[in-house]
């Protein structure tokens, strides 16, 4: 188990209300989960509480038990969490140092804080780089990046900390269309390494054709968790605030139903789903 | 997302990018020391003229010039004006330029303090334009101090032009508003307002991710600290460091002997 959350409610110092609120889960490891759930509905908190960010950074009342590998975030110093649970933030600027000159170097920053030997810092820049297809720009200055290639930046960086679990908060909120491809197309490709993938997503379309499973918030709490084609064909949907993939919904509306095959995400499984073939489509 | 700003550092492979960080800070802090103790036109000329020298050999005086400079001249003529006025210690007889009265003494003091400026700000920037930021850090950390006040000095300079790409953004988002920010010194002090809050917001709201984002890299770890980049030094850098302490009690004694 690379993530449980039980009984977890989370109020920030200085808020009335708690921003989690009796939360359970359970995350396998090296399973891909997407978080959805609308503005305020608790999936950045929730971050913060599987990273540790918060209660350790970002201070509260924490209730019920947070557990990395099975030790509580509490027991563990934010220095032994960052190696168990990277954390790749909205904006990649501002997760950028500032005081590194190429890629490499960059990728380099979090290891060199964290007294690692100098050849293996090499050695785990250059397979972080790769994996992420950003090889061949590590000798570029970092504000020269695409949007794309410097949130595949970011999460390199945190990647060549070599955790078991990475959390990435709307990596591609800030991102064009090509950005967005990039850096879903570099997660989706980690998948098989036995790293645990969390990623809080408003596109809802990338998020269901990549993840094992969803987990849907509203405020505050845990409403929903299974795979996505579950919990999108659930008729609570609109309930919890969120939209289906455009296709899915469409597709529900032009009557679809359950013998037609799973519910589509895709243009192929949509025209199965509504008994057209391809050749109907002019 | 933020737009793209570049770093103070300019990368070279000149002489003053080769010496080691900590001379080049020692060197700074010499400068700024003589440029307190020395007190006429000609020790000050020439030590302005050395500061600029170096950031000429370091190939960084067109950066020097667009970072700093042009701002400082904005400063020293202001300087020149007021001091030039009304600056009169000695009642001493004024001499014309153009409409303005202006007073020997107060020229005097403001080319002295031009001067210094120059040498001390030169001297800083020449550390700045010519020293990788890590280097910098790594250098701070070698003498003595917590990896954390390195970093927190360097990030704050090298976040200089990101403000200022911020607060060119909030100018350009209040101006599709309708906000005037050209015209009279009046208008201009209006257009400031709208400009003020946004920014400090918003680079409130930065820092918070910022501080995030470097817990979650382990900035905060409290082991030490390795370095992919090495420092390298001259033989003749020991020396030269004596030789820019040194010179410091000679200049203090030939200020007090009134031969400077």
């Not at chain 1, 200085?14 to 609308?38: C, H, K, M, N, W």
């Not at chain 1, 309930?239 to 296709?247: G, Y």
């Amino acid at each position: 188990m690379a993530l449980e959350l039980e009984h977890t409610t989370f109020t920030y110092a200085g808020a009335t209300q708690p921003a989690i609120t009796d939360v359970s889960l359970r995350l396998e490891a090296g399973q891909f989960y997407g978080i959805i759930g609308s503005t305020g509905a608790g999936k950045s908190s929730l971050c913060n509480l599987l990273t540790g960010i918060a209660p350790h950074f970002l201070k509260g009342e924490l209730g019920g038990e947070v557990r990395i590998e099975g030790v509580s975030t509490t027991q563990l110093s934010m220095e032994e969490l960052v190696t168990r649970v990277g954390y790749v933030f909205q904006n990649p600027f501002d997760q950028l140092s500032h005081v590194t000159y190429s890629v490499e170097e960059e990728v380099a920053f979090g290891l060199q804080n964290l007294g690692i030997e100098v050849g293996e810092i090499r050695t785990r820049a250059e397979w972080a780089l790769k994996v992420l297809g950003i090889a061949d720009l590590r000798d570029r200055f970092p504000l020269d990046l695409s949007g794309g290639e410097l949130q595949r930046l970011a999460v390199a960086s945190i990647l060549a900390m070599k955790p078991s679990v990475l959390v990435l908060d709307e990596p591609t909120s800030q991102l064009d269309p090509q950005g967005t491809r990039e850096v879903f197309e570099a997660v989706a490709a980690m998948r098989g390494s036995g790293l645990t993938v969390v990623m809080v997503e408003h596109k809802i379309e990338l998020l269901a054709t990549h993840v094992d499973e969803l987990l849907v918030m509203q405020r505050g709490r845990l409403v929903a968790q299974g795979s996505p084609r579950q919990v999108l064909s659930d008729p609570s949907v609109q309930d919890w605030e969120i939209e289906r993939p455009q296709l899915a919904e469409l597709a529900l509306r032009l009557g679809r139903t359950e013998a037609a095959g799973p519910l589509p995400f895709g243009v192929e499984e949509f025209l199965v789903a509504v008994n057209l073939g391809p050749k109907d489509v002019h | 997302m933020a737009g793209p700003t570049r770093l103070l550092f300019q990368p070279g492979g000149s002489l003053i990018h080769r010496v080691h960080p900590a001379t080049k800070l020692l060197y700074a802090v010499a400068m700024t020391a003589y440029g307190i103790v020395l007190d006429q036109v000609l020790p000050l000329l020439a030590l302005a003229g050395l500061s600029v020298l170096v950031i000429a050999v370091g190939g960084v005086f067109r950066a020097f010039v667009r970072t700093t400079f042009r701002y400082l001249v904005v400063l020293f003529v202001f300087l020149f004006i007021i001091r030039g006025l009304f600056y009169d210690p000695g009642g001493a007889e004024t001499f014309s330029v153009g409409p303005l009265d202006l007073k020997p003494a107060g020229v005097v003091f403001a080319v002295e303090m031009s001067l210094r400026i120059t040498a001390m700000v030169g001297a800083f920037l020449a550390v700045i334009l010519t020293t990788h930021p890590a280097d910098l850090v790594q250098a701070i950390e070698q003498l003595g101090a917590s990896p954390r006040v390195g970093y927190i000095v360097l990030a704050t300079l090298q976040l200089t032009p990101e403000m200022v790409d911020r607060a060119r953004r909030i100018m350009d988002a209040q101006r599709s508003r309708g906000l005037r920010t050209e015209g009279s010194l009046l208008i201009r002090t209006r257009g400031l307002f709208p400009l003020v809050a946004p920014l400090f917001y918003g680079s409130l709201m930065s820092v918070e991710a910022k501080a995030m984002a470097l817990t979650a890299r382990g900035f905060f770890s409290q082991r030490k600290k390795t370095h992919i980049r090495s420092l390298g030094m001259f033989a003749w850098e020991p020396g030269f460091r004596i030789a820019l302490v040194a010179l410091l009690p000679i200049l203090i004694g030939f200020r007090v002997a009134g031969w400077l």
